[in-house]
């Protein structure tokens, strides 16, 4: 199969010259886990402080399609529901506490007993319902990628990043699971070609796919070159096709589907045996841990906790990292909990992270070099910095991967990824500032519509009311009944109310006023003399 290799990138040690040791991570006493992602809307609690749960107990459901269902990772009872402040600077996370009780018992779905001749759909509705999310990082619902046909899946093997072998390990312990996850993918998706991709140096992982595959061929397993990021999705996939995904669009534009290994043997496991997400497999490494170990680690669990099965602090560390020392983002404290993107923890020590001067730009063009993305970092720096934001989208900004490939070669020594990660920031804060003014105006454009349109109905009733009354009052003529004829009765009075207009109570006054005007009263007699 030819490869196409992208444009900038860097070779790095792997410092993946021994595997490290795998290893089940015990569980703590306490579990923390968030309801949603940082920054993001939690997903809709199903449980209450003092219910018990056990694994796989569903804890949540997505408030919208971009959410994933949430499953304990181990039995116990809930002890606390709340926010609280993680590692991401954006928003404190909803999260469930569980004291853990230690009896592991657990709940999973019914399998699925034929996934090869399953309806795509139940199988789609499978993975949604446990809560599988991409588990390279990325973190996006995989029902939604999956549910989007395609002609093309890639398995994305490549772990390209220094330190990080979780990707590794798992290809070796659990070849079979990738496999036959990758084909259900395929059967959900429709894809007629199936790729796994993986480092030319992972070689024990690729013996293990081979030995799992045998003589079928209805899959494919393709190695690349340890260049980093050679494992990022869109430089995979033109290293395997050719084809560069448009910026701001999903691969699936374009008929193709990456998915991570954790993610397609996560599949699997959902299923053909029913298990939610509630586990990952996690690297601990660097210099400032005393054992470096690839432990199985139920979500929820500490850093600290998982830190302390790997031997603890050495003596010089100095900064902890969510994530490998490329692309990994330092964490202030090390309560923050195991989730479904955690792909590693490093620990790096003083003298890793002694920080350089930072010297002004000398324009020798290295980072613009190395950059996978044909970007142009200098006038990114330059846009960010002057808050020139119109700029810094025209620039394409977003299509930034964070690979950290600029700020590894610049000289100066300037940090780039976080002027590009502050940028971001900002356009997002900007962008639902905007959606936030726009929804305000259209609540507030309603609202007035509303009392006007409820302003021109009142008057219209009232308008209606008195042309009503008009045409309904009654001018009475009072006739003067006829004498009855001979041998006829007289006709009985009415005991209905008679009603008069005022025209006509005015027209008796006057013919009163006359009558008495026509017969003047009497002069009384006079009074009789006493005297007489």
Known sequence: MPLYPFPGGLRLPAGKDTLPPFAVCPLPERLIVPLGPPGGPAAFCRVAPGQPVRRGTRLADPLDAAGAAVHAPAAGVVAAIGPRVLADPKAPVRCVEILVDGTDARETLPPVESPFDADPAELLQRIRDA??????????????????????????????????????????????????????????????????????????????????????????????????????????????????????????????????VATVAAVWRAVRHGEPLTARLVTVAGRGVMRPTVFEVRLGTPFEWVITQAGGYAPDAARLLEGGPMMGI???????????????????????????????????????????????????????????????????????????????????????????????????????????ADRSRALFLGRTQRLEREQ?????????????????????????????????????????????????????????KARKAANPPRPAPPAPDEDA
């Not at 081979?210 to 061929?217: I, K, P, V, W």
């Open 456 to 512: 021109a109905e009142r008057v219209a009733r009232v308008a209606a009311r008195k042309e009503s009354l008009a045409q309904a009052a009654v001018v009475v003529t009072v006739e003067t009944p006829s004498a009855p004829a001979a041998g006829e009765p007289s006709p009985a009075p009415s005991t209905a109310p008679r009603t008069m207009d005022k025209a006509a109570v005015l027209a008796a006054i006057a013919r009163g």
């Open 330 to 436: 330092a964490q202030p404290h090390d309560a923050i909990p195991v989730t479904k993107t955690t792909t590693a923890i490093v620990v790096q020590t003083t003298s890793e992270t002694a920080p350089a001067m930072e010297q002004p730009c000398i324009r020798c063009g290295e980072c613009a070099r190395v950059c996978p993305v044909r970007l142009m970092p200098q006038q990114l720096l330059t846009a960010v910095r002057r808050e020139d934001w119109a700029q810094t989208q025209a620039l394409a900004l977003r299509d930034c991967i964070e690979c950290g490939c600029c700020s590894h070669v610049c000289p100066s020594h300037i940090p780039l990824v976080d002027w590009y990660r502050f940028g971001k920031a900002e356009l997002d804060r900007r962008i639902d500032t905007r959606q936030r």
């Open 131 to 260: 809560g599988i999310v991409g588990l390279g990082g990325a973190g996006f619902p995989t029902a939604i990628k999956a549910g989007t046909p395609c002609r093309h899946l890639i398995v994305n093997g490549a772990e390209c990043e220094p330190l990080v072998q979780s990707d590794d390990t798992l290809m070796r312990r659990q070849a079979a699971d990738v496999i036959a996850g990758a084909r259900v993918l395929a059967r959900i998706t429709g894809a007629s070609e199936v790729t796994i991709a993986l480092e030319d140096r992972l070689t024990a992982a690729r013996a293990a796919l081979a030995e799992a595959l045998g003589a079928n061929t209805d899959l494919r397993i393709v190695t690349v070159p340890s260049i980093y990021p050679s494992g990022g999705e869109r430089q995979l996939i033109y290293s395997l096709t050719g084809q560069e995904v448009p910026g701001g669009q999903p691969a699936t534009a374009i008929g193709i589907l990456c998915q991570n």
